[in-house]
T-cell receptor, first 116, second 116 residues
């Protein structure tokens, strides 16, 4: 079974600075997808960014980028120019590339605080 | 376009009472998921539907939990009787056809259950 580990329960960043959230995963599969979701106090999980394992290029979405290290099974999220609205829980998630493996396996989350 | 709609947002009941949660997925999304999120944890899959068929319910505690998705659109998750340990957030998500590439799940705002 796949597992996702987020070793940082809490992180803090100064507004306008850069922060990196860590995520590692364990899998024996070669085809899979990785995601970062944001969960603000409203509880709604919002997709931040996704990465296909077969792509070597790291995904980017505006101020959000990932460092995907397939051999190391590492998938960190970098938030640049942090804003107050970035404060939330961030969850790393794994999805198998098999057609029957259509569930997300989540990590335990990292709570990000943004200091004004 | 409306997102995934869940109700109620909050529910407080006494133990041994029944409770039901409702989910309306995004129009056209064939796949529907119910996730359980305990406090301080990442979501865990309870059940996944493809149209009206439950294709993965291995994590659903069938002695007290039940779910249905009549006509392959709305879904209801029921707990009867509720126990103290059922206090959590119940998230509903939907997506297009399962197994199609980087299939993205869209989540609702969740239903927070408190069992006294």
């Amino acid at each position: 079974a796949q597992t996702v580990t987020q070793s940082q329960p809490e992180m803090s960043v100064q507004e306008a600075e850069t922060v990196t959230l860590s995520c590692t995963y364990d899998t024996s599969e070669s085809d899979y997808y990785l995601f970062w979701y944001k969960q603000p106090p409203s509880r709604q999980m919002i997709l931040v960014i996704r990465q296909e394992a077969y792509k070597q290029q790291n995904a980017t979405e505006n101020r959000f980028s990932v460092n995907f290290q397939k051999a190391a099974k590492s998938f960190s999220l970098k938030i640049s120019d942090s804003q107050l609205g970035d404060a939330a829980m961030y969850f790393c998630a794994y999805r198998s590339g098999k057609s029957s493996g259509d569930k997300l396996t989540f990590g335990t989350g990292t709570r990000l605080a943004v200091r004004p | 376009e409306a997102g995934v709609v869940q109700s109620p947002r909050y529910k407080i009941i006494e133990k041994k009472q029944p409770v039901a949660f409702w989910c309306n997925p995004i129009s056209g999304h064939n796949t529907l998921y119910w996730y359980l999120q305990n406090l301080g944890q990442g979501p865990e899959l309870l059940i996944r539907y493809e149209n009206e068929e439950a294709v993965d319910d291995s994590q659903l505690p069938k002695d007290r939990f039940s779910a249905e998705r009549l006509k392959g659109v709305d879904s209801t998750l029921k707990i009867q009787p509720a126990e103290l340990g059922d206090s959590a957030v119940y998230l509903c998500a939907s997506s297009l056809v399962a197994g199609s590439g980087a299939n993205v799940l869209t989540f609702g705002a969740g239903s927070r259950l408190t069992v006294l």
